[in-house]
T-cell receptor, first 118, second 114 residues
Framework: AQKITQTQPGMFVQEKEAVTLDCTYD???????LFWYKQPSSGEMIFLIY??????QNATEGRYSLNFQKARKSANLVISASQLGDSAMYFC???????????????FGTGTKLQVIP | EPEVTQTPSHQVTQMGQEVILRCVPI?????FYWYRQILGQKVEFLVS????????KSEIFDDQFSVERPDGSNFTLKIRSTKLEDSAMYFC????????????FGQGTRLTVV
């Protein structure tokens, strides 16, 4: 079974508009972390935002916010005021066993390609 | 800002040849990883490394692959006899429980096997 599911292979958004990228996850571990990474065409993986399973508040980092709905096991990324430089591949990812230490691997979804239209 | 660095950025090799991909993780990080991304596909976990030994490896990480931390700074991935299907982007990453939960990724090495 897929641990991370991203159902939108591609998305378009008008510049300056907000966009939501969907992510659902599957785990029975009570202690996990959810991440979003951005991969521009140059290929590097850029960390955007993190949400811990015990965090009460939704994470925010500048124009990025994570809409965390624990009961629904969803962790959608919201990008406000889209910019042309936001055009990239976006990966949702999860690390389980966060209480056990720092070596658990990160599992990635299949990604969503976002294109920002001028 | 400390970062993970990988060399080379692009490597072309003949099928059957050995390649070594190099990574310098962030200083003081304790856990090291290799991931692979075949063009246009998802990022796949290969192996994690802690305290000079493999912590976990995936089914992809077969006997053709090995990892090593030969000195205090470098972390290498060796592919003994490359196959066409090894062509991919290879990412090194490092983490530390004292430095936040996220894994810091290098810029990747694009391996092309011809």
């Amino acid at each position: 079974a897929q641990k991370i599911t991203q159902t939108q292979p591609g998305m378009f958004v008008q510049e300056k508009e907000a966009v939501t990228l969907d992510c659902t996850y599957d785990t029975s571990d009570p202690s996990y972390g959810l991440f979003w990474y951005k991969q521009p065409s140059s290929g590097e993986m850029i960390f955007l935002i993190y949400q811990g399973s015990y965090d009460q508040q939704n994470a925010t980092e500048g124009r990025y916010s994570l809409n965390f709905q624990k009961a629904r096991k969803s962790a959608n990324l919201v990008i406000s005021a889209s910019q042309l430089g936001d055009s990239a591949m976006y990966f949702c990812a999860m690390r389980e066993g966060m209480e056990s230490g720092g070596y658990q691997k990160v599992t990635f979804g299949t990604g969503t390609k976002l294109q920002v239209i001028p | 800002e400390p970062e993970v660095t990988q060399t080379p950025s692009h490597q072309v090799t003949q099928m059957g040849q050995e390649v070594i991909l190099r990574c310098v993780p962030i200083s003081n990080h304790l856990y090291f990883y290799w991931y692979r991304q075949i063009l246009g596909q998802k990022v796949e976990f290969l192996v994690s490394f802690y305290n000079n030994e493999i912590s976990e490896k995936s089914e992809i990480f077969d006997d053709q692959f090995s990892v090593e931390r030969p000195d205090g700074s470098n972390f290498t991935l060796k592919i003994r006899s490359t196959k066409l299907e090894d062509s991919a982007m290879y990412f090194c990453a490092s983490t530390s429980p004292n430095r936040g939960p996220e894994a810091f990724f290098g810029q990747g090495t694009r391996l092309t096997v011809v």
